[in-house]
């Protein structure tokens, strides 16, 4: 774990958000252990459900690949579980580094209770659970519109980055992942490489793309082909004087026709176009 977290502010915090949702938030390690949620009870639903041994396995994996997803792609993601419950996670970042997720569910977003129950017993069924039982918490549930669903999905994001700000997440600043982010980020312009990194780390390759895997979502060298494409778009909008080559070697790229390519497709235009679109926008939206 390479976070900690101040839990009485935490825990008020998630109060706040099930005052004003009416959903149960739950707080999630980087190592995808959950650490608290309020209320502190799940869903009746998702109770029956996990009587069964399979399905409450199926839960946690359910969770962690969910958590996955939202590392990679640095976004909030909602979902339908394998319980045919509806989740919702957003991931905590500082950095580059994902420190941790906050997740609402499980939500029974149906367009009436009884499609939604079907769905859910078919889900269920290979599962030994109480079907009677299952059936009256889902009758019980209420129905929560997409709409609303997504309104909360805003709103956990502005907690998840609230709870940055704040310092409520605190990345432990000895621990390698941060040490290695910390060194990207401040020499990403420079040559360096996995075999460089893997020397003044001593660790191995293998150990070294786990890291880059878990926290990027990519290998090392697309992070930082990643990281000098965007200050590429930086530089083209803050200095529209400079030669495209110019651009291309203050963000590391020795090799210009190599840059336009990978500018191309992570951009899908090119430096020239890119500049020139900045420049309009400019001329757009300035005052006469």
Same mark, same amino acid.
Not at 59 to 87: F, M, N, P, Q, W
Not at 158 to 172: D, K, N, P, T
Not at 260 to 284: D, H
């Given at each position: 774990?390479?976070?900690?977290?101040?839990l !009485?502010?935490?825990? !008020?915090?998630?109060?706040?958000f099930? $005052?004003? /949702? %009416?959903? $149960?938030?739950? #707080?999630?390690?980087? !190592?995808? %252990?959950?650490?608290?949620?309020?209320?502190?009870?799940i869903?009746?639903?998702?109770?029956?459900? $996990?009587?069964?041994?399979?399905?409450?396995? =199926?839960?946690?994996?359910?969770?962690?690949?969910a958590?996955?997803?939202?590392?990679?792609? *640095?976004?909030?993601?909602?979902? $339908?579980?394998?319980? +045919?419950l /509806?989740?919702?996670?957003?991931?905590? /970042?500082? &950095?580059?580094?994902?420190? +941790? @997720?906050?997740?609402?569910g499980? #939500?029974?977003?149906?367009?009436?209770?009884?499609?939604?129950? *079907?769905?859910?017993?078919?889900?269920c069924?290979?599962?030994?659970?109480?079907?009677?039982?299952?059936?009256?918490?889902?009758?019980?549930?209420?129905?929560?519109?997409?709409?609303?669903?997504? !309104?909360?999905?805003?709103?956990m994001q502005? #907690?998840?980055?609230?709870?940055?700000? =704040?310092?409520?997440?605190? #990345? %432990? *600043?000895?621990?390698?992942?941060? *040490?290695?982010?910390?060194?990207?980020?401040?020499?990403?312009?420079?040559?360096i490489?996995?075999?460089?990194?893997?020397?003044?780390?001593?660790?191995?390759?293998?150990?070294?793309y786990?890291?880059? +895997?878990?926290?990027? &979502?990519? &290998?090392?060298?697309?992070?930082?082909?990643?990281?000098?494409?965007?200050?590429?778009?930086?530089?083209?909008?803050?200095h529209?004087?400079?030669?495209?080559? =110019?651009?291309?070697?203050?963000? &590391?790229?020795?090799?210009?026709? @190599?840059?336009?390519?990978?500018?191309?497709?992570?951009?899908?235009?090119s430096?020239?176009?890119?500049?020139? =679109?900045?420049?309009?926008?400019?001329a %757009?939206?300035?005052?006469?």
């Amino acid at each position: 774990m390479i976070s900690t977290f101040n839990l !009485s502010k935490l825990n !008020s915090l998630l109060q706040d958000f099930y $005052r004003i /949702t %009416r959903l $149960r938030i739950t #707080v999630f390690d980087d !190592s995808f %252990r959950e650490l608290t949620a309020y209320p502190e009870h799940i869903a009746p639903c998702c109770q029956i459900i $996990r009587t069964d041994p399979d399905a409450a396995a =199926e839960c946690a994996r359910c969770d962690a690949k969910a958590c996955e997803l939202a590392a990679s792609s *640095r976004l909030a993601h909602t979902y $339908r579980c394998h319980a +045919g419950l /509806t989740e919702s996670i957003a991931p905590l /970042t500082l &950095g580059n580094i994902v420190i +941790g @997720y906050l997740l609402f569910g499980h #939500v029974f977003s149906y367009p009436d209770h009884e499609e939604g129950f *079907r769905i859910i017993r078919e889900k269920c069924a290979s599962y030994r659970i109480d079907t009677d039982a299952l059936k009256a918490a889902c009758f019980s549930s209420p129905l929560i519109s997409e709409a609303y669903i997504a !309104s909360a999905s805003h709103i956990m994001q502005a #907690v998840a980055s609230y709870l940055c700000l =704040e310092r409520m997440a605190i #990345v %432990r *600043r000895k621990e390698l992942p941060v *040490r290695i982010d910390e060194y990207i980020s401040a020499h990403f312009t420079e040559d360096i490489s996995v075999p460089d990194l893997c020397r003044r780390f001593q660790i191995g390759k293998t150990y070294l793309y786990e890291i880059s +895997g878990q926290n990027y &979502g990519c &290998g090392i060298a697309e992070h930082i082909r990643h990281l000098r494409i965007e200050k590429a778009k930086a530089l083209l909008a803050e200095h529209p004087e400079w030669k495209i080559s =110019e651009t291309a070697s203050a963000c &590391g790229f020795s090799d210009y026709n @190599y840059f336009i390519t990978v500018f191309k497709r992570l951009t899908g235009i090119s430096p020239g176009q890119y500049r020139a =679109e900045m420049k309009e926008n400019f001329a %757009r939206f300035s005052f006469p």
